[in-house]
Protein backbone atom coordinates (compact mmCIF):
# COMPACT_ATOMS: atom_id res chain seq x y z
CA UNK A 1 0.00 0.00 0.00
CA UNK A 2 1.08 3.54 -0.48
CA UNK A 3 -0.72 4.96 2.31
CA UNK A 4 -1.88 3.22 5.58
CA UNK A 5 -4.05 5.05 8.00
CA UNK A 6 -3.68 4.39 11.90
CA UNK A 7 -6.92 4.96 13.72
CA UNK A 8 -7.13 5.03 17.57
CA UNK A 9 -10.42 4.51 19.04
CA UNK A 10 -12.15 4.77 15.77
CA UNK A 11 -10.21 7.97 14.79
CA UNK A 12 -7.68 8.86 12.00
CA UNK A 13 -4.60 9.40 14.74
CA UNK A 14 -2.20 9.32 11.47
CA UNK A 15 -2.00 8.70 8.06
CA UNK A 16 1.03 8.25 5.76
CA UNK A 17 3.52 6.08 3.85
CA UNK A 18 4.93 2.90 6.02
CA UNK A 19 8.52 4.53 6.31
CA UNK A 20 6.67 8.43 7.26
CA UNK A 21 4.21 6.65 10.05
CA UNK A 22 7.46 4.72 11.56
CA UNK A 23 9.60 7.21 11.05
CA UNK A 24 8.43 10.33 12.21
CA UNK A 25 5.04 9.27 14.24
CA UNK A 26 2.40 11.93 15.11
CA UNK A 27 2.47 10.77 19.14
CA UNK A 28 4.29 8.36 21.10
CA UNK A 29 0.96 6.33 20.69
CA UNK A 30 1.38 5.77 17.06
CA UNK A 31 5.09 5.17 17.59
CA UNK A 32 4.79 2.39 19.86
CA UNK A 33 2.08 0.91 18.11
CA UNK A 34 4.17 0.61 15.07
CA UNK A 35 6.90 -1.23 16.67
CA UNK A 36 9.08 -0.99 19.44
CA UNK A 37 10.48 2.80 20.29
CA UNK A 38 11.39 4.27 23.38
CA UNK A 39 10.15 7.38 24.54
CA UNK A 40 12.50 9.38 26.45
CA UNK A 41 11.55 12.24 29.01
CA UNK A 42 14.28 15.21 27.77
CA UNK A 43 15.25 18.93 28.42
CA UNK A 44 16.69 20.22 24.72
CA UNK A 45 17.73 23.61 23.63
CA UNK A 46 15.80 23.25 20.22
CA UNK A 47 17.99 20.82 18.07
CA UNK A 48 20.07 18.75 21.07
CA UNK A 49 18.40 17.24 24.07
CA UNK A 50 19.90 15.61 27.20
CA UNK A 51 18.90 12.67 28.11
CA UNK A 52 20.04 9.82 30.79
CA UNK A 53 21.90 8.27 27.48
CA UNK A 54 23.63 11.65 26.58
CA UNK A 55 22.90 14.00 24.26
CA UNK A 56 20.78 12.89 21.39
CA UNK A 57 19.92 15.28 18.11
CA UNK A 58 16.50 15.35 16.58
CA UNK A 59 14.21 17.90 14.11
CA UNK A 60 13.87 21.55 15.98
CA UNK A 61 11.80 21.92 18.30
CA UNK A 62 10.93 24.75 20.73
CA UNK A 63 13.22 24.86 24.00
CA UNK A 64 11.93 22.90 27.15
CA UNK A 65 10.98 19.40 28.09
CA UNK A 66 10.48 17.12 25.18
CA UNK A 67 10.11 13.26 24.95
CA UNK A 68 11.92 11.82 22.42
CA UNK A 69 11.19 8.59 20.14
CA UNK A 70 15.06 6.53 20.26
CA UNK A 71 13.94 3.49 18.10
CA UNK A 72 15.96 0.40 19.85
CA UNK A 73 17.60 0.00 15.77
CA UNK A 74 19.48 3.90 16.44
CA UNK A 75 21.44 2.44 19.10
CA UNK A 76 24.93 1.69 19.31
CA UNK A 77 26.82 -0.03 22.21
CA UNK A 78 30.22 -0.37 22.76
CA UNK A 79 31.48 -3.21 24.89
CA UNK A 80 33.88 -2.21 28.50
CA UNK A 81 33.17 1.52 27.97
CA UNK A 82 30.58 3.75 29.91
CA UNK A 83 29.04 4.43 32.56
CA UNK A 84 26.18 2.22 31.41
CA UNK A 85 25.35 -1.65 32.09
CA UNK A 86 23.02 -4.50 30.04
CA UNK A 87 20.72 -5.33 32.65
CA UNK A 88 18.30 -8.21 30.36
CA UNK A 89 18.96 -9.84 27.16
CA UNK A 90 16.98 -11.26 25.12
CA UNK A 91 18.17 -13.80 22.23
CA UNK A 92 16.32 -13.94 18.91
CA UNK A 93 18.87 -16.07 16.65
CA UNK A 94 19.57 -13.13 13.59
CA UNK A 95 19.72 -10.26 16.59
CA UNK A 96 19.10 -9.54 20.49
CA UNK A 97 16.95 -6.63 22.44
CA UNK A 98 19.43 -6.07 25.75
CA UNK A 99 18.02 -3.33 27.93
CA UNK A 100 20.92 -0.57 29.41
CA UNK A 101 20.82 0.95 32.29
CA UNK A 102 22.83 3.79 33.37
CA UNK A 103 25.02 2.47 36.61
CA UNK A 104 23.13 5.01 38.48
CA UNK A 105 19.70 4.51 37.59
CA UNK A 106 16.51 2.19 36.76
CA UNK A 107 16.06 3.59 33.48
CA UNK A 108 16.42 1.55 30.75
CA UNK A 109 16.55 1.70 27.47
CA UNK A 110 15.94 -1.00 24.52
CA UNK A 111 18.48 -1.78 22.04
CA UNK A 112 18.88 -3.85 19.15
CA UNK A 113 21.93 -5.45 18.59
CA UNK A 114 23.64 -8.01 16.38
CA UNK A 115 23.04 -12.01 18.00
CA UNK A 116 27.11 -12.14 17.07
CA UNK A 117 29.03 -10.91 19.82
CA UNK A 118 26.23 -9.33 21.68
CA UNK A 119 26.95 -7.91 25.09
CA UNK A 120 25.85 -10.25 27.52
CA UNK A 121 23.74 -9.44 31.34
CA UNK A 122 26.03 -7.24 33.64
CA UNK A 123 28.57 -6.28 30.80
CA UNK A 124 29.47 -2.60 30.92
CA UNK A 125 28.81 -0.65 27.64
CA UNK A 126 28.78 2.59 25.79
CA UNK A 127 25.54 3.69 24.44
CA UNK A 128 25.41 6.41 21.33
CA UNK A 129 22.26 7.21 19.47
CA UNK A 130 22.94 7.31 15.87
CA UNK A 131 21.02 10.18 13.95
CA UNK A 132 18.41 12.32 15.28
CA UNK A 133 15.78 11.36 17.29
CA UNK A 134 11.73 11.73 16.59
CA UNK A 135 10.88 14.80 19.00
CA UNK A 136 7.32 14.91 20.32
CA UNK A 137 6.46 17.90 22.44
CA UNK A 138 4.80 17.31 25.55
CA UNK A 139 1.66 17.61 24.59
CA UNK A 140 1.58 14.90 21.60
CA UNK A 141 4.03 12.05 23.65
CA UNK A 142 2.97 9.27 24.75
CA UNK A 143 -0.18 9.90 26.27
CA UNK A 144 -1.92 11.52 23.31
Known sequence: SDRLFVLR???IAQSGTPAELYEAPASGWVATF?????IVTA???????????????HQRT??????LLIRPEQVELRLGQGGFRVRQRHYYGHDCL???SPDASDDSLAVRVDSVDSPLVGDP???HVVGP?????RADG???
Open 125 to 127: VSV
Open 9 to 11: GGR
Open 43 to 57: TTDGTVAQTPWGAVT
Open 62 to 67: PPGAIE
Open 34 to 38: LGAGN
Open 98 to 100: VMV
Open 142 to 144: VSS
Open 133 to 137: AHAFT
